[in-house]
């Protein structure tokens, strides 16, 4: 099924709806929000992607997310990229910040959302190789694994 989402202006002004390829390939500006998983403990729901993903093969995450379909809301796209991605649903969402990365292949105007989950998971394996729960201090050591927008998000996170 072929995925559409809206290609917005610097205001975050709907200037035309385009296919998921189009925004990729040339890497215009759409909307995407993604969801930071913590357990009581305070340990981070860590995710190597998968290798055959478009965007950041290989590398780890510490969020699950992506791209907003056209007209849909912030929050909508993180509860359904999480549930997608990790299987986790029925969670409570607390805004953290907003972010915009502009890189060579991602250009999006992001929401982060952290959402204290202890259950049970299930990885869809079709986007994520693996996932697991790690300290900070565990992360820290593999932050040179992390997909760019993942560093950020972990370096507002964890800033003093």
Not at 6 to 14: C, Q
Not at 86 to 105: A, M, P, Q, T, W
Request: charged share 35%; hydrophobic share 35%; net charge negative.
């Amino acid at each position: 099924m072929t995925e559409y989402g809206d290609v917005i202006d610097e205001k975050d002004k709907v200037l035309r709806v385009a296919e998921r390829k189009d925004i990729e390939d040339n890497a215009l500006l759409h909307r995407s929000a993604s969801v930071v998983v913590k357990n009581s403990k305070g340990e981070i729901l860590v995710h190597k992607r998968d290798s055959s993903r478009r965007l950041y093969p290989g590398l780890l995450d510490i969020k699950f997310g992506g791209m907003a379909q056209s007209g849909e809301g912030f929050e909508e796209t993180a509860l359904r990229e999480l549930e997608e991605e990790s299987g986790i649903k029925g969670v409570e969402l607390k805004f953290l910040f907003s972010y915009r990365f502009n890189g060579d292949n991602n250009n999006v105007s992001a929401r982060v959302y952290l959402c204290t989950y202890n259950s049970p998971y299930k990885i869809d394996n079709s986007e994520v190789e693996w996932a697991k729960f790690m300290s900070i201090d565990e992360i820290k050591k593999t932050e040179n694994e992390l997909s760019p927008t993942a560093k950020l998000v972990f370096q507002r996170i964890t800033k003093k």
